[in-house]
C-alpha cells in the first residue's frame, strides 16, 4: 500500500511539475501581439470609449496594466468565471499564446517613467471603508503596486468602471452578467453601492500607470 501511495505521489508531483513547466514556456511576444490587437483597440484604444452592458461606463484602461493580470483576467472570461458576452467571446478566440502575447503587449504600451507622486489622502469616511476592505494588502502601496502581478493595479482606472467591477462581484446566479470570485465576492457584499461608489471615486482619483494609448488608426 505505502508503494502504491508512493508512486500516486510521484506521478502527481510529475503531473504537477509538467504542467507548470508548460505554464513558464509561455512567455508573452509583444512584437507578434500587434498582429492580434485589432480585437482589442475597438474599445480600449479609444479616449472615452464607453460600454453599454449591463449600464454605461467607460470601459476599462489596460495600458500600463500587469501581463499576468491581464491574462488571469482572460483566462477567467473563456471560464465563464467573468459573465460578459462580448469578452467571452474575445477570450473563447484567444489562444492562452495569444493571451501572453496581448498582454506582454499592453504591459509595456505607452510605458513612461513614472514620476513619484504623494498619494491623495482619502477624507475619513473613505479611509475607513479602504481599511474595513483591506484593499491595499493585495492592491499594494498607492493601489499601484500589488503584492502579486496576477492582481491588478487600480490606481487612477475609470472610477466608473471600477465601480459596475466591484458591484459584478455581488451578482449571483446570473447567466450574462457578473464575477464569480469567492474573496473579492465576499468584500464586495460588505458594501453597499454608495459605498462601492465612494471608493472607486477615490481610486479613480489617484495617480497610477494606466492609461489609454490611442492606437494610429483612431487618433
Not at 454605461?56 to 489596460?62: D, E, L, Q
Amino acid at each position: 500500500m505505502n508503494q502504491l501511495l508512493t508512486s500516486m505521489f510521484a506521478l502527481a508531483v510529475a503531473s504537477v511539475t509538467a504542467i507548470s513547466a508548460h505554464a513558464q514556456e509561455i512567455k508573452g511576444d509583444a512584437k507578434a501581439a500587434e498582429q492580434k490587437i485589432a480585437m482589442c483597440i475597438g474599445c480600449h484604444g479609444i479616449q472615452g470609449y464607453q460600454a453599454s452592458f449591463p449600464e454605461i461606463y467607460r470601459v476599462p484602461m489596460i495600458s500600463g496594466q500587469n501581463a499576468k493580470y491581464i491574462v488571469s483576467a482572460l483566462n477567467a472570461y473563456k471560464k465563464g468565471e467573468r459573465k460578459h458576452p462580448t469578452m467571452r467571446g474575445i477570450a473563447d478566440s484567444l489562444s492562452d499564446q495569444d493571451m501572453a502575447d496581448l498582454a506582454a503587449y499592453y504591459e509595456q504600451h505607452g510605458k513612461t517613467e513614472a514620476v513619484a507622486k504623494s498619494p491623495k489622502a482619502p477624507d475619513a469616511k473613505v479611509a475607513a471603508l479602504l481599511q474595513k476592505g483591506a484593499c491595499v494588502s493585495c492592491h499594494g502601496d498607492n493601489f499601484s503596486k500589488p503584492i502579486d502581478p496576477s492582481y491588478p493595479k487600480i490606481a487612477g482606472q475609470h472610477k466608473d468602471f471600477l465601480f459596475v467591477a466591484l458591484k459584478s462581484y455581488k451578482v449571483e446566479n446570473q447567466s450574462t452578467w457578473g464575477r464569480n470570485n469567492g474573496v473579492m465576492g465576499g468584500i464586495a457584499k460588505q458594501f453597499t453601492n454608495a459605498e462601492l461608489k465612494a471608493m472607486s471615486s477615490y481610486i479613480g482619483s489617484l495617480e497610477g500607470d494606466l492609461k489609454v494609448v490611442p492606437q494610429s488608426r483612431f487618433r
